[in-house]
């Protein structure tokens, strides 16, 4: 099951700099889209969401982009601060059923 | 900050034995989920439920699996006989109108 894919297994930014985290889906019936970070040995958290009838969301120092026609979003993190080091996680869903994950990426933030 | 909660955070069982997994979803939503985690592989969905009963369920989710809401507050997880390929990370998760969902920090289930 692809629905959602995260091509980039991990990415490495300085901090300061712009962190972007691509995902990809090929179910046209999906809606909602969601950005999650986890830690090791915790839960996914919820970070930023976006409807299908937006193209931007942005909130503080998250700003997600949905290119329906590609089939693509974007999470973009700026500054990127070491704090963010964690394992991102784009989901989708349609009609606000089950979320379908992708495989994640890893973000290293380096000071 | 309202969070879902989940108890244990490590079961370890032997195979063929029930665990129950339990989770407080956040006071007002209405929308309940399971998830799970094998190591080195996505979060999968198992289970949602809305107005005490099963919306959806993936094919993971077979006769093994049960949820049941006891009463207001919990919401369980039930595996009957475990399996070795049960062992994962389970996330449970609540909504309050079925898109945002809010995940617990998950049991990590251990079959030996």
């Known amino acids: 099951d692809q629905q959602v894919k995260q091509n980039s297994p991990s990415l490495s930014v300085q901090e300061g700099r712009i962190s972007i985290l691509n995902c990809d889906y090929t179910n046209s019936m999906f809606d909602y889209f969601l950005w999650y970070k986890k830690y090791p040995a915790e839960g996914p958290t919820f970070l930023i969401s976006?409807?299908?009838?937006?193209d931007k969301n942005e909130d503080g120092r998250f700003t997600v982009f949905l290119n329906k026609s590609a089939k693509h979003l974007s999470l973009h993190i700026v500054p990127s601060q070491p704090g963010d080091s964690a394992v991102y996680f784009c989901a989708a869903s349609e009609e606000g059923n089950k979320l379908v994950f992708g495989a994640g990426t890893i973000l290293r933030v380096k000071s | 900050e309202p969070e879902v909660t989940q108890t244990p955070s490590h079961q370890v069982t032997q195979m063929g034995q029930e665990v129950i997994l339990r989770c407080v979803p956040i006071s007002n939503h209405l929308y309940f989920y399971w998830y799970r985690q094998i190591l080195g592989q996505k979060v999968e969905f198992l289970v949602s439920f809305y107005n005490n009963e099963i919306s959806e369920k993936s094919e993971i989710f077979d006769d093994q699996f049960s949820v049941e809401r006891p009463d207001g507050s919990n919401f369980t997880l039930k595996i009957r006989s475990t399996k070795l390929e049960d062992s994962a990370m389970y996330f449970c998760?609540?909504?309050?109108?079925?898109?945002?969902?809010?995940f617990g920090q998950g049991t990590r289930l251990t079959v030996v």
């Open positions: 976006i409807s299908s009838i937006k």
């Open positions: 998760a609540s909504s309050s109108q079925g898109y945002e969902a809010f």
